[in-house]
């Protein structure tokens, strides 16, 4: 199936007609989210090893960028046949800035916690915003949920490309952007909710899977009486404590209770 068609010529179809389903333009943006966080996280990575050994602080940096980057590709390619790959290359940077420049537990003066992407992503769940508001279609500008509104989320339809008055590039979302006025593209349907869609939040949830792939915990905190248990009688709280979780084999996945 084209995808783009010069308006005006031969066999073009008609501007705003039915494309098609949606589902192959849904899953490419799922992978081309993947593919970017993955070249930011092979960047950064890149740029710590080349610091190593000159600049610890700038290294650590860059190391923290490569590891927060291929948390989220591995996200947005969750239960997807990419998502091995983003797993593997996560315990790569992981297992090499423990080497290399050492893996602390944060401490907050009162109890420890994993802030380590890493870690983090291991623990299959996520948030899950309950809200009312209104969500304007990407294609009409219309409110998605009135009768004015023609469009259905899971087909595409034949937009001409580039930003207009009422906002960016209807294919993309972006302006600017590639897409040319003169052409139509295959474009899916984008809940757009901005400040002024009237938002209302209702309740927070943990979900398995949320939505938006990156809506994840920010820490994992740790129980002191499991360390004092597991450390010995010495183990004061406050110490530098490593992580050592990259070094070994994948501790696997701690599902959501009641999902799988």
Known sequence: MRDEFRMGAAGAPAEGSDAGPAKDLIDAYMTSRVLSYRRQAK???????????????AAEEKAREALDASAKAFWWAEDSPLEERQH????KIG???????GCSIFFDGKGYAHRCPVVIAHKKMG??????ATRICSICRKDLASDECPHFRDRSYWIRGGADAYGP????????????????????????????????LHEV??????????ARLAEV??????????????FLPGVRLNCDQCLGKCPGFTEFPGEH
């Open 43 to 57: 960047r950064s990575f890149e740029d710590a090893q080349r610091l190593a050994g000159k600049d610890a602080g």
């Open 88 to 91: 593997q290359l996560m315990h």
């Open 95 to 101: 297992k090499w800035k423990r080497k290399q420049l």
């Open 127 to 132: 948030f899950s915003v309950g809200f009312t």
């Open 169 to 200: 590039c209807r294919v993309c979302e972006q302006d600017p952007c590639k897409h040319r006025a003169d052409t139509l593209y295959r474009a899916r349907v984008v809940a757009i909710v901005s400040a002024h869609s009237n938002m209302s």
């Open 205 to 214: 949830s943990i979900v398995r899977k949320p939505a938006q792939p990156e």
């Open 221 to 234: 905190p740790i129980d002191i009486d499991e360390l004092a248990s597991h450390l010995g009688p010495n």
